[in-house]
């Protein structure tokens, strides 16, 4: 092997090593960008679940079954490096039938906005592009700009207190499909 030869082998693997370093210091930094930008997505109970969060007294609520608007504080939340406490994750309608709860989230499932609760009509309302929905989440217009029903959640009562395993769900599509 002549020498000119011996040196651009060996600036060959010099190259290859220093890539090779520098894709492996990367890869954890890359793994970890997601959570570092939505830190809340990664909330859990542990086991890979939709943690429960306890929302109100069910005595709060109203018993003629009309809905009561609560914010939803998440005890415990932990992404890639930290646990946060009490973390404010949305906004629910709860409703009552004896001891039956259902749990609406409060975000519109076209785009997102805040659903409004109207007394005069007894329904709900989303005043950005005029959805409305029954006091069961159904939609009640042939043309509403929403796709699906208002997104219900997992609820249970214990020792008197509802709660619930809150989710946000993709926008604007028919299916109601979890974000995280
Ligand atoms: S966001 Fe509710 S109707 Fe568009």
């Known amino acids: 092997m002549d020498e000119e030869e011996d040196t651009s082998r060996r600036k060959f693997i010099r190259v290859a090593t220093i890539g090779a370093s520098a894709a492996c210091g990367l890869f954890p930094i890359a793994a970890g960008i997601p959570s570092l930008l939505d830190p809340v997505k990664k909330s859990s109970d542990g086991g890979g679940k939709v943690a429960w969060s306890k929302v109100a007294p069910i005595a709060s609520l109203p018993e003629d079954g009309s809905p009561a608007k609560f914010e939803v504080i ?12 009490d973390v404010p994750v949305g906004a629910v309608y709860l409703t009552r039938k004896g001891d039956e709860v259902v749990a609406f989230n409060l975000k519109c499932p076209h785009l997102g906005c805040a659903i409004d609760f109207r007394k005069q009509s007894n329904d709900y309302f989303c005043p950005c592009h005029n959805s409305s929905f029954a006091l069961d989440g159904s939609v009640t217009t042939e043309n509403s700009p929403s796709p699906r029903p208002m997104d219900t959640m997992e609820t249970k009562v214990e020792k008197g207190d509802v709660w619930i395993r809150f989710q946000q769900f993709r926008p604007n599509i028919p299916e109601k499909i979890p974000l995280s």
Do not use: S
């Not at 415990?76 to 406490?85: E, G, L, Q, R, S």
């Open 74 to 85: 998440q005890e415990k939340v932990v992404d890639a490096w930290t646990t946060y406490k």
